[in-house]
Nanobody
Framework: QVQLVESGGGSVQAGGSLRLSCVAS????????MGWFRQAPGKEREGLAV????????NYADSVKDRFTISRDNAKNTLYLQMNSLKPEDTAIYYC????????????????WGQGTQVTVSS
């Protein structure tokens, strides 16, 4: 069984920063594309960022471009999302996900998902 476990969520004021982490087990982590998604109440799950196994390819949604940075440490089986200049509209549950060949932000491509971590941004 594959397990992805997110951490690092919390409550911050607008303009603040958070770094999310996702630790993978039960997979050959270095062979997987990894992505970050979020889902706010009443909304569809939104793709935010994706990174290739070697980190040579990265892509971001327009809503977080220039504010969020995706990275990975394959030696630690860990994925990161650095979030800066947070806005109230960033409030959501944030999920990490993995897939064998997912270069897009289409959630249907990703096979494995974490349980999510809550991020709340107050004004």
């Amino acid at each position: 069984q594959v397990q992805l476990v997110e951490s690092g969520g919390g409550s911050v004021q607008a303009g603040g920063s958070l770094r999310l982490s996702c630790v993978a087990s039960g997979v050959t982590y270095s062979n997987y594309y990894m992505g970050w998604f979020r889902q706010a109440p009443g909304k569809e799950r939104e793709g935010l960022a994706v990174i290739s196994p070697s980190s040579q390819y990265r892509n971001y949604a327009d809503s977080v471009k220039d504010r969020f940075t995706i990275s990975r440490d394959n030696a630690k089986n860990t994925l990161y999302l650095q979030m800066n200049s947070l806005k109230p509209e960033d409030t959501a549950i944030y999920y990490c996900a993995s897939g064998h060949s997912c270069t897009s932000l289409d959630r249907a491509c990703y096979r494995y998902w974490g349980q999510g971590t809550q991020v709340t941004v107050s004004s």
